[in-house]
């Protein structure tokens, strides 16, 4: 396929140690951060959606996408000249517990984009086997892969740091999966999902050859990860390493500040699901809070224990960075330029939740006991069921010259929850408008911030299900329609409330929309 004009630079298997052995047996793959393996074709790829804007960031054009060839390629069945699949070889803590190695069991990367200067990894998910599927078949189902296609994009158009989506192909062929791990697994449409990123480097990468005492690759890896993604860090020796480390840990702040100001659950936090550009990555069982619940999680697997509930994700970012810095510890004569770095991810993110607070309350500027105004405020929404999303964003049609709960009854689920915080939110409004006033801002300025903030249209769980439902029906035309509202999460889009309700009844204990497996 030469007729199409991309520039590839396959850097990560040019300058790291490959894997000698080819091919998807599975086995234990030393010394080597890759292994060099095809993805497997499919009987008839069929493309269901793209992301224009990603199509135009890696230099396709419509012509290109509507191509045949395209399906082909993003279904695994063909390669452009450039491309040089392989599958990436890390380890994890998974749930707290190391689990050893780990690596792309369903992902296969198919080469460096350099686009104007600028590096993209092109990664299929749903692929095939590998060296690293651990008995699983390499594949993904539909309803994932749409999952996964609308949140990296939705992710993306909210502001917060994430992995891009090029395209979702239909397999035409069945995958089989037990949804509920209940022993009934069922076939179900198979799809491949291109996933796009500066790298796909994750916690784990470092974390696997440190737990193995290579420390000739840790440091090998280091310096690679340094040279093709921080080109910034021109510092030498350990000096490099401990500025690189607290640029991770500053990232990682920064993006988990901004999943918690959306009410975005990533729901599997393992340190294989990190990404050391502080990408949000891998989504799986993720979900967006609708009745405000600090303790949810969206992760069936996560049910008893809740690791990764919506309100620990900073806790769980800061414990999986520890984990990080003890990998890269051989790299360093002492803990102190860890700790350092360690230290830095929580002034960063003090500074971003501010920052979140700020705009999401619209108070102008951080003043002494807005922490305790936002916490009063949270704790009325979990008492009340209110929705989180449509709650703060009708926090902006309060008028602070003469606060009116009536602007937030949309966003109860309750009416005995209502009732019985009422009192108590009329108040709190009272002390918010009074704070407001006191801030200065014009009223255009203050709800313009307040809108930037809180958006309106988020990819509820509720939503994905229903473009998945009309895709297992034949018609994909609702994932183009969700993305396409998802582009604009914080404008008003007139004709379009539908996608800014509640949940439905229906949708609170529907499997997909309530909570997920790992296999979602």
């Not at 310096?223 to 690189?244: Q, S, V």
């Not at 509820?460 to 994932?479: F, K, S, T, V």
């Amino acid at each position: 396929m030469s007729n199409v004009n991309l520039h590839f630079d396959n850097r990560f298997l040019r300058e790291l140690p490959g894997d000698t052995e080819t091919g998807p047996r599975r086995r234990e793959v030393l010394g080597a951060a890759w292994s060099q393996i095809a993805p497997t074709p499919v009987i008839a790829p069929k493309l269901l959606a793209h992301s224009p804007e990603v199509a135009a960031l890696l230099g396709f054009d419509a012509a290109m996408v509507h191509a045949p060839q395209f399906a082909e390629v993003f279904a695994g069945n063909a390669l452009y000249a450039g491309m040089q699949p392989w599958a990436a070889n890390y380890g994890g803590h998974q749930f707290g517990h190391w689990a050893g190695q780990l690596g792309d069991g369903r992902a296969i990367s198919l080469g460096e984009l350099v686009v104007d200067g600028q590096r993209w990894e092109l990664q299929l998910k749903g692929a095939g086997p590998t060296p690293y599927s651990r008995g699983a078949d390499g594949r993904a189902v539909l309803r994932s892969s749409i999952r996964e296609f609308l949140c990296s994009e939705a992710m993306h158009h909210l502001g917060v740091p994430t992995t891009r989506a090029l395209s979702l192909v239909a397999t035409g062929e069945a995958v089989m999966r037990d949804m509920f791990y209940d022993g009934h697994p069922q076939a179900e449409p198979g799809a491949v999902v291109c996933r796009v990123a500066p790298s796909f480097i994750r916690f784990g990468s470092f974390e696997l050859p440190s737990s193995r005492g290579d420390v000739a690759l840790l440091r090998q890896l280091a310096e690679f990860c340094i040279a093709r993604d921080f080109p910034e860090l021109t510092d030498a020796g350990e000096e490099r390493f401990a500025r690189w480390f607290e640029l991770i840990c500053t990232r990682t702040a920064v993006m988990v500040a901004q999943w918690m100001r959306v009410g975005f659950v990533h729901g599997v936090m393992n340190t294989d699901n990190m990404s050391v550009l502080g990408l949000t990555i891998d989504y799986g069982p993720y979900g967006w809070v609708e009745n405000y619940d600090p303790d949810w999680t969206p992760n069936t697997t996560d049910a008893q224990g809740r690791r990764y509930r919506f309100g620990t994700q900073m806790q769980v970012a800061y414990w999986n960075l520890v984990r990080l810095a003890q990998a890269l510890s051989p790299l360093f004569a002492e803990a102190q330029p860890l700790q350092a770095g360690l230290d830095a991810f929580r002034e960063r993110y003090e500074v971003e939740d501010r920052a979140h607070l700020v705009a999401k309350l619209g108070l102008g500027e951080f003043r002494d006991g807005d922490e305790t105004l936002m916490a009063q405020f949270r704790e009325l929404l979990q008492q009340g069921e209110m929705d989180m999303t449509l709650a703060f964003r009708a926090l902006a049609d309060v008028a602070p010259a003469a606060p009116d709960v009536a602007v937030l009854d949309e966003s109860f689920y309750s009416p005995e929850a209502r009732a019985q915080v009422l009192p108590a939110l009329q108040e709190w409004l009272q002390r918010h408008a009074h704070r407001v006033l006191e801030s200065g801002q014009s009223e255009h300025e203050r709800r313009r911030i307040m809108h930037a903030a809180n958006p309106k249209y988020v990819l509820r769980n509720w939503l994905a299900q229903e473009a998945i439902d009309r895709a297992e029906r034949g018609d994909p035309a609702g994932i183009t329609e969700l993305l396409d509202v998802m582009r604009h999460p914080c404008d008003e889009q007139p004709g379009r409330e539908a996608y800014a309700r509640k949940r439905p009844e229906w949708a609170r204990e529907r499997a997909g929309c309530s909570m997920l497996s790992c296999s979602s």
